[in-house]
């Protein structure tokens, strides 16, 4: 997943105007350290350490501790470094979704190496289940198969582009109306399991979700050939 942060553009820290607090995350300052690079540090206030990252999406988050460090309780406070509980800010939900999926796959790319190729897809999807529960893990994994199945059509109109003299016009109609079936098979499942998919930053969640399951099997195939082809 694309991003920058604070550490590779200043400005960033301006563009937090108007947030507030979306979610919560669960990890160690050097963890987020290793990510994100170094925080903007404080010496008073309500925040020791903050920081500040942009994704490709254009979301922008603020990852930082409240009111449980030196800088705010004083040597009653908790060292920057011993913090394990922060908040996350933003102008949406999908802030705290991309903060928590980036530091998801930063876990499963160290475990991936000793536990297989596909270690990585199988730990998102156990994560999903425990934090969200089996209705939005289902959830998921529908939105995956409806992706993989679109993905296949357009394999088969490239290829049918290519060999034969298709109109444009055809392959148009023909992803017109994929995208609308596609659209509406994930819709009716949300609506059916309680999941409002008309709010966008549920939907964007759940698109990102899968995608990110999608991208982590992708890389598992490709290192089984490349394997396969030593």
């Known amino acids: 997943m694309n991003f920058v942060t604070h550490n590779e553009r200043e400005s960033l820290a301006d563009e937090t105007s108007g947030s507030s607090l979306v979610g919560t995350v669960d990890a160690s300052y050097k963890e987020i350290c290793s990510?994100?690079?170094?925080?903007?540090?404080?010496?008073?206030?309500?925040?020791?350490?903050?920081?500040?990252?942009?994704?490709?999406?254009?979301?922008?988050?603020?990852?930082?501790?409240?009111?449980?460090?030196?800088?705010?309780?004083?040597?009653?406070?908790?060292?920057?470094?011993?913090?394990k509980h922060w908040h996350i800010g933003g102008l949406g939900k999908a802030a705290s979704t991309l903060v928590q999926i980036t530091l998801d796959l930063k876990r499963e790319s160290k475990e991936q190496t000793d536990n297989g190729p596909f270690e990585g897809a199988f730990s998102m999807m156990e994560n999903i289940v425990k934090t969200k529960g089996d209705k939005y893990a289902a959830l998921v994994e529908l939105t995956m198969l409806t992706m993989k199945r679109k993905q296949l059509l357009e394999m088969v109109i490239e290829f049918l582009e290519q060999k034969t003299d298709m109109p444009k016009r055809v392959k148009r109609i023909l992803e017109e109306m994929d995208t609308e079936l596609c659209v509406?098979?994930?819709?009716?499942?949300?609506?059916?399991?309680?999941?409002?998919?008309?709010?966008?930053?549920?939907?964007?969640?759940?698109?990102?979700?899968?995608?990110?399951?999608?991208?982590?099997?992708?890389?598992?195939i490709k290192e089984v050939l490349k394997k396969e082809g030593k």
């Not at 994704?55 to 988050?61: E, H």
């Not at 098979?185 to 999941?195: D, E, L, V, Y």
């Not at 964007?204 to 992708?218: D, K, P, S």
Request: proline share 2%; with cysteine; charged share 30%.
């Open 184 to 220: 509406r098979t994930i819709s009716r499942a949300c609506h059916a399991s309680g999941i409002d998919f008309d709010d966008r930053d549920k939907a964007n969640e759940l698109m990102e979700w899968a995608a990110q399951i999608v991208a982590q099997e992708v890389d598992g």
């Open 35 to 83: 990510l994100f690079g170094k925080p903007i540090r404080y010496k008073e206030g309500k925040v020791d350490a903050m920081w500040v990252v942009k994704f490709s999406d254009d979301t922008v988050a603020s990852i930082y501790n409240w009111k449980d460090g030196m800088a705010f309780l004083g040597t009653d406070g908790l060292p920057v470094e011993k913090i």
